[in-house]
């Protein structure tokens, strides 16, 4: 059985003492970073390392969202464009979803290959006037409805290509006017602007399979905690955003949370995430997280379960040539007329 816990290595390949570390701690899945990424062979390699750990074929997940927030690039894979690239490169909203949908299904295409099947994306946080710029062109678009077509276009490239979806950071990011990785934003808005504005894509995406949290307070859900340790933000997830998917942690090394790591995780499963996230990769932390967090057990692990039946193992047919030229070209027009003649670099 597995832990309620998704963990990482330190480097390119697993050393002996973390092959031992993961076979006795059975992490449910695990994440990885740019630190951990040479080359397609190299990542290839260490994806069935980590499975061969644990004994069985778990799931991989990466942040490959395009733009910033991008693990595997050049020069062996494509540069991605951030979130608001595809609203700014169509003429139209149905062109700019055909432009998403195709991006996701590409990436899709580069994460399988190597053994990834879960990407923590699309992103649908909507951003307000003069909230901190941790989420700004990571986000489709500046207006809820237009996040949640987007949104749902990138998701469905994604499953098409056999890889899940994480829709995130759950009930809303948009708002903060702190980066969560530093330290605790506290978002004052009413219940009735966030449901109307920050919920809304989230409500419309509720069907997917994945979700992870926000490491923010809301003081109309809870004064107290952030909602990932917060079991009234988990309670209106569940109830007012109608999410019955698998819910995971942000990264519980984050500044917004305090304590030590064993009580960050315990925290968080108590308030109802069904999972944890600890990025670093450092045994120590590891060995305080794992004393943080039981088997994956109950509904948690019927959760992931159906999350992973959702996985399509024979892929949506691909012309990848075809498809990254169609791609390239749908956004060379604006990105060519905005940065000059290098339309990759234009992409990073």
């Avoid at 649908?124 to 710029?133: N, Q, S």
């Avoid at 932390?285 to 996985?311: D, P």
């Avoid at 193992?313 to 905005?338: K, N, S, W």
Wanted: proline share 7%.
């Amino acid at each position: 059985m597995s832990s309620a816990a998704i963990l990482a290595c330190k480097g390119a390949v697993l050393t002996p003492e973390e092959r031992a570390f993961f076979g006795q701690a059975r992490p449910w899945g695990f994440i990885l970073f740019r630190r951990n990424v040479e080359s397609p062979e190299q990542v290839l390699r260490l994806t069935d390392a980590m499975r061969e750990a644990v004994g069985w074929d778990c799931p991989v997940l990466v942040d490959q969202e395009g733009g910033r927030v991008q693990r595997l690039g050049p020069p062996h894979w494509p540069k991605y464009p951030p979130g608001d690239a595809f609203l700014k490169a169509a003429n139209d909203p149905l062109t700019a979803r055909e432009l998403a949908r195709l991006g996701g299904r590409l990436m899709a295409h580069d994460l399988k290959a190597v053994g990834i099947n879960i990407d923590c994306a699309p992103v649908l946080d909507v951003p307000t006037p003069g909230a901190h710029d941790i989420i700004g062109d990571r986000a489709y678009a500046k207006d809820p409805a237009t996040v949640t077509q987007l949104g749902r276009a990138v998701a469905e490239g994604l499953l098409a290509g056999g890889v899940l979806p994480v829709i995130k950071h759950m009930p809303g990011h948009g708002r903060a006017f702190a980066d969560s990785h530093k330290e605790l934003p506290t978002v004052h808005a009413d219940l009735e602007h966030l449901d109307a504005w920050d919920f809304a894509p989230f409500k419309a995406l509720s069907d997917m399979p994945i979700g992870m949290t926000a490491h923010i307070v809301f003081t109309a859900i809870d004064r107290k905690r952030p909602a990932t340790q917060s079991r009234s933000a988990i309670r209106l997830i569940r109830e007012r955003l109608g999410f019955g998917g698998l819910l995971l942690s942000d990264d519980l090394c984050m500044n917004a949370l305090s304590g030590d790591l064993t009580e960050r995780a315990k925290k968080a499963l108590m308030a109802g995430c069904d999972l944890v996230i600890h990025w670093t990769g450092d045994m120590a932390e590891m060995e305080q997280v794992m004393a943080g967090v039981g088997k994956l057990k109950g509904g948690a692990a019927r959760r992931a379960a159906a999350a992973l039946a959702r996985i399509v193992h024979t892929p949506e047919p691909l012309d990848v040539a075809e498809a990254r030229g169609r791609f390239d070209a749908m956004l060379a027009g604006r990105l060519t007329a905005a940065k000059g003649p290098d339309v990759g670099e234009a992409q990073a």
